[in-house]
């Protein structure tokens, strides 16, 4: 058999060797705790981020007297 | 498959670790997922089986993953235990001539090994128990799982290091002896003889 041939034969059953190996211990990464909590951060997050893209639709008469009762206690 | 592959020329240490290495990596394997199923259902706790793993929550993730891993070191040291004692008591470089004449009564003969298949076994499952030592002690460090888990892996590896090397201690010790009594033996009665003569 050539040299290389057996050189790449061995490389290869040593990987398959340390696949072996690393095999059962990477099984401990199997577990996994359920993200319950960050999920529901992130649906209160999205919500508010909701709230400020889309404000409540006010008709233009009422913001315009609102805006205006306000200057008028500002200059009070 | 051994003898199968050993016929090509391949390195005969590697084939033979393959060999080796096959049986406890699917035990290894198999008691992983057992024993999470397991204690889970033992403390009743739901658990969601997926494509990424098992899923549980997250206040008791520390406590399945623990004694899964107790019983996973438990499986390590029952075989550690096993080929330590095949390699203390039946080993063929010392195993004593009425042992060996019971085990052959009992027709186990298979039990008598040679010192490449005792130390390729036992390469093997102390690379295991070296590997689950490292990632328990990531683990604990991370608080992923108790620390006495990684103390209980600890002591087995060092336990079944010091072991190994007794016996290959034992086992060197024993072959040096025999080489040297027969040299020195030979050399002494060929002086002494000409010395006389002359």
């Given at each position: 058999m050539n040299k290389f041939t057996r050189l790449v034969i061995d490389s290869l059953l040593t990987l398959l060797l340390l696949s072996l190996l690393v095999l059962p211990i990477s099984s401990l990464g199997l577990l996994n705790p359920k993200t319950t909590r960050s999920f529901q951060t992130k649906a209160q997050v999205l919500s508010k981020q909701n709230v400020r893209k889309d404000p409540p639709m006010i008709p233009e008469i009422f913001r315009q007297t609102s805006e205006s009762t306000q200057t008028t206690k500002s200059a009070k | 498959m051994y003898y199968f592959i050993k016929s090509a020329m391949f390195s005969k240490i590697l084939i033979k670790l393959i060999d080796q290495a096959i049986v406890p990596a699917i035990l290894l394997l198999a008691v992983r997922f057992v024993s999470v199923t397991l204690v889970a259902k033992y403390y009743k706790i739901p658990i969601d089986i997926t494509a990424a793993g098992f899923n549980l929550p997250a206040e008791s993730y520390a406590r399945v993953n623990s004694y899964s891993i107790l019983i996973m070191i438990l499986v390590l040291t029952v075989g550690l235990l096993y080929i330590l004692f095949k390699s203390f008591v039946l080993h063929d470089s010392h195993i004593s001539p009425s042992l060996t004449a019971k085990v052959f009564s009992l027709r186990l003969?298979?039990?008598?090994?040679?010192s490449f298949d005792l130390y390729s076994q036992g390469a093997i499952w102390l690379s295991y128990s070296y590997l689950l030592m490292l990632v328990t002690g990531l683990m604990a460090l991370f608080n992923l799982t108790y620390v006495w888990i990684f103390v209980t892996s600890l002591v087995l590896t060092i336990f079944s290091t010091i072991m190994f090397v007794l016996d290959i201690e034992n086992e060197l010790g024993s072959k040096q002896s025999q080489s040297t009594g027969i040299e020195e033996e030979v050399v002494l009665n060929f002086s002494d003889k000409e010395g006389q003569d002359e």
């Open positions: - | 003969s298979a039990f008598i090994q040679n």
